[in-house]
């Protein structure tokens, strides 16, 4: 008898006997089981009838689908979706921007995110699952401003990842947002000003204080 426990993808499609399956006495902590779609009937009811704990997703697949895993922070790109099969995504992943065709099936554990305009197939999400209308992405993994001469050089549609504290500069207007619609995505505090605050409530979402100038009684907002 074996246990089998903490796996990410515990793949039973080549167990064809029942002695094979009887012989499995528990499944504990699995992030994914995957069962034989073709298997015979008493196969399969010796399979359901494993002790589980803690599965949090069950699939049932033919024995030829593919099953393609990423950990860590993933970059889901147009490429990689365009595969066939399962994408077992596990920690965080972001599709990278616009893409046309998807033919894979995404399972994730932990954070996806992608565009509002690609067509994700999300066959499953333990964590969470976050759309935005973006065609680019950028990273910045500390505290920084955000000013004019930036917004000059940003595409059209960016997604930003601040996992920092963020000041927006006093030159940056509604104006400059509106071209180039900016959204954000922001794990800290922001500063700014009272205008673009309006623009940064309806495209971003914030894990953090948003602090405006002139509202704020906080000589700290000031630049």
Same mark, same amino acid.
Request: some cysteine; overall charge negative.
């Given at each position: 008898m074996s246990t089998m426990k903490n #796996?990410?993808?515990?793949?039973l499609r080549t167990i064809n006997t029942v002695e094979a399956?009887?012989?499995?006495?528990?499944?504990?902590?699995?992030?994914?089981?995957i069962l034989p779609e073709d298997a015979e009937p008493e196969v399969m009811n010796a399979l359901h009838a494993i002790p589980k704990k803690n599965v949090a997703t069950v =699939? +049932?697949?033919?024995?030829?689908? *593919?099953? &393609? @895993?990423?950990?860590?922070q993933c970059e889901l790109t147009p490429a990689v979706l365009k595969q066939e099969g399962i994408?077992? !995504? &596990?920690?965080q992943?972001? !599709? +990278?921007?616009? %893409?046309?065709?998807?033919?894979?099936?995404? $399972?994730?554990?932990?954070?996806? $995110?992608y565009p509002k305009s690609c067509p994700v197939n999300l066959a499953s %999400?333990?964590? @969470?699952?976050?759309?935005?209308?973006?065609? +680019?992405? !950028?990273? /910045?993994?500390?505290?920084?401003?955000?000013?004019?001469?930036?917004?000059? =050089? #940003?595409?059209?549609k960016t997604l930003f990842l601040c996992n920092g504290? $963020?000041? /927006?500069?006093?030159?940056?207007?509604?104006?400059? =947002?509106?071209?180039k619609l900016p959204c954000f995505l /922001?794990?800290?505090? $922001?500063? %700014?000003?009272? *205008? !673009?605050?309006?623009? =940064?409530k309806l495209h971003s979402t914030i894990n953090g204080d948003l602090k405006v100038r002139g509202i704020e009684n906080d000589e700290d907002y000031e630049d």
């Open positions: #796996m990410s993808i515990a793949d399956a009887q012989a499995i006495e528990e499944m504990n902590n699995i992030a994914v089981l =699939l +049932t697949l033919p024995k030829g689908a *593919k099953v &393609n @895993q990423m950990n860590g994408l077992l !995504v &596990n920690g992943a972001i !599709v +990278t921007g616009r %893409c046309d065709e998807v033919n894979a099936s995404i $399972i994730a554990n932990g954070q996806i $995110i %999400c333990s964590g @969470q699952a976050m759309s935005f209308d973006y065609e +680019t992405y !950028v990273n /910045f993994n500390e505290d920084m401003t955000i000013d004019a001469d930036m917004m000059e =050089l #940003m595409e059209y504290d $963020i000041r /927006f500069a006093k030159d940056i207007t509604v104006d400059m =947002l509106k071209e /922001f794990n800290g505090d $922001i500063v %700014c000003d009272k *205008k !673009v605050a309006a623009y =940064l």
